[in-house]
């Protein structure tokens, strides 16, 4: 008796601005090339470097618009002025296909995900300190003054959410929360819960051992 080939875990990974989320991502796909990550689709116009359909799908508002209307998204989310969501169709199907999906979302999505997919793994991954994750929004020069204070006032307000997450990760050094991360993943598939059906056709099958009298 073979266990079926299990559903994937989804994975919803949150952090400040600048915590170092899509860089601890990047290095766990590259380490562990059996996760998938969802690509979101969102209206904020691309950074120097990013590329449509890699890093986002990136949309106008009204075809956002759209995606909502057609239920297209797991969730969606507006965050610093912009709308940020995550289409359907692709994570169901690596979630079918057995591969772990991670979703990189804020806090607001996340706590969506939560109601439509409870069984789903929350990790939250947070700077040392604060002044890190102002020197890394400040260093990485991508946004304007203005921009990195919004993203400061967010992850002010962010941190109220924290610990509503199942796991936290304190991103110190980069390669250790790549293995913490990974080994927390994959210490999720052995979870009882992910394994009902197999346990009951377990249990049948050895109870047939018993004679129908000493059942
Ligand atoms: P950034 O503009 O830095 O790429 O992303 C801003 C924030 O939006 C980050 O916290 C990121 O995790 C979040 N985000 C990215 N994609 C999605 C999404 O599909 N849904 C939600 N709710 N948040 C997202």
Do not use: C
């Not at 991670?102 to 999505?109: A, H, K, T, V, Y």
Request: proline share 3%; glycine share 6%; net charge negative.
């Amino acid at each position: 008796m073979a266990e079926k080939k299990e559903r994937g875990l989804l994975v919803v990974i949150s952090g400040f601005s600048g915590a170092g989320k899509g860089t601890l991502i990047r290095e766990l796909m590259h380490r562990y090339p059996n996760y998938r990550l969802s690509v979101s689709a969102t209206t904020r116009a691309p950074r120097a470097g990013e590329e449509d359909g890699r890093d986002y799908f990136f949309v106008s508002r009204d075809r956002f618009e759209e995606m909502i209307a057609q239920s297209e998204l797991i969730e969606y989310a507006s965050y610093v002025g912009n709308y940020y969501g995550t289409p359907k169709a692709y994570v169901e199907k690596m979630l079918d296909a057995g591969h772990d999906v991670i979703l990189e979302i804020e806090i607001q999505g996340a706590l969506k995900v939560k109601d439509i997919f409870p069984e789903a793994v929350f990790v939250f991954v947070a700077p040392p300190n604060a002044e890190s994750l102002e020197q890394r929004l400040t260093g990485r020069g991508t946004e304007s003054k203005e921009q990195v204070l919004a993203r400061l006032k967010r992850a002010a307000e962010e941190s109220r959410w924290m610990s509503d997450y199942e796991y936290l990760l304190v991103n110190d050094d980069l390669s250790e929360t790549v293995e913490n991360l990974h080994a927390l993943l994959k210490s999720q598939h052995f979870s009882m819960g992910r394994h009902r059906a197999f346990t009951e056709e377990l249990g049948a099958a050895l109870n047939r051992f018993y004679s129908e009298e000493e059942k």
